[in-house]
């Protein structure tokens, strides 16, 4: 019974269906003018390289670049928007976003593959 229980205790131990924390974006596509939602992995956006493939015309945007592959040094898309003097707006959970926005997700989790 001894050693029932030390294995029942390590497969407790580990975690089945975490949930990873995302980071979700509303753009508008500077080159075709469609406007989109994107899902990432916050890991990724922190700590990796993102690139993001528009709906409307397929061009590829830098998101986030933390491995210098782009540039020289760490970037992500909000100092790129800073720096070409773009505005920028951040929304918590707790912001509202309007209908039209809302449908972009919408649409975009409906598009996306089951994994």
């Known amino acids: 019974a001894k050693q029932w229980y ?3 205790v390590r497969a407790d131990e580990t975690t089945i269906g975490r949930i990873k924390p995302t980071l979700s974006m509303i753009f508008t596509c ?3 003018k469609t406007r989109q939602a994107k899902t ?3 890991k990724s956006y922190e700590n990796g390289v993102v690139l993001i493939r528009c709906d409307g ?3 590829l945007h830098l998101i986030a670049d933390n491995l210098g592959w782009f540039r020289d040094e760490k970037t ?3 100092d790129i928007l800073r720096e070409k003097k773009e505005e920028v707006t951040h929304l918590s959970d707790a912001d509202m ?3 039209e ?6 649409s ?3 598009d996306k593959p089951a994994t």
Do not use: A, I, T
Not at 101 to 106: I, N, R, S
């Open 76 to 78: 992500n898309v909000v």
């Open 30 to 32: 500077n080159v075709c």
């Open 108 to 110: 975009h989790s409906e």
């Open 57 to 59: 015309c397929q061009n």
């Open 101 to 106: 926005d809302l449908e972009l997700f919408k």
């Open 97 to 99: 976003l309007d209908l």
């Open 40 to 42: 990432m992995s916050k």
């Open 6 to 8: 030390q294995r029942r």
